[in-house]
């Protein structure tokens, strides 16, 4: 596929580079205060799942001839602060898996608005999207038994 992408394609694709790279820097900055071995490694898990389907919109960019989503140093130092201030007094294995399921429901609530917003988005995009949020909703079904 080495023709140009449609705008709604790479809003899309990009929403899901955006979403993926966020969910990768908070488990990466969470992961040190996981104390529960099985938690830690559902957290590997998803970091690796996370970087897969990353890679897959960026490789669909790619070959779309379209730019790739950049995030701003800012979001990124807000993103770290948050994971601290919601840890620093509470890093039971329970409040950590809920800060989790509430980190996959912003991601799936930002895909949703992504769709929608983008609604002439085609196969190439949606087929990594709906990816995305399978894999959170399924994230979630898995963390409920750390609550």
């Known amino acids: 596929m080495n023709s140009k992408l449609r705008n ?3 809003g899309v694709l ?22 529960d071995d099985d938690l830690s490694m559902q957290v590997a898990r998803e970091a690796m799942k996370y970087s897969e389907i990353y ?8 070959s779309g001839k379209a730019a790739s ?14 994971v ?8 039971s294995t329970s409040h950590i898996a809920e800060l989790l399921i ?18 002439r988005a085609g196969e190439v995009s ?6 995305l949020m399978d894999f959170e909703e399924k994230n979630i079904e898995r963390l409920k ?3």
Do not use: C, P
């Open 8 to 10: 709604d394609d790479i």
């Open 69 to 82: 989503y950049k995030s701003t140093g800012f979001q990124d130092v807000m993103l770290k602060g948050a």
């Open 126 to 131: 949606m087929e990594v999207a709906k990816e």
């Open 14 to 35: 990009q929403e899901v580079q955006r979403n993926t790279g966020m969910a990768m820097k908070a488990l990466d900055a969470i992961s040190e205060k996981v104390f």
């Open 55 to 62: 890679h897959k919109a960026t490789d669909k960019l790619l």
């Open 102 to 119: 509430q980190g996959s429901n912003r991601g799936l609530t930002s895909m949703w608005k992504a769709i929608n917003h983008h609604e």
């Open 84 to 91: 601290r201030a919601n840890t620093m007094l509470n890093t």
């Open 145 to 147: 038994q750390y609550l």
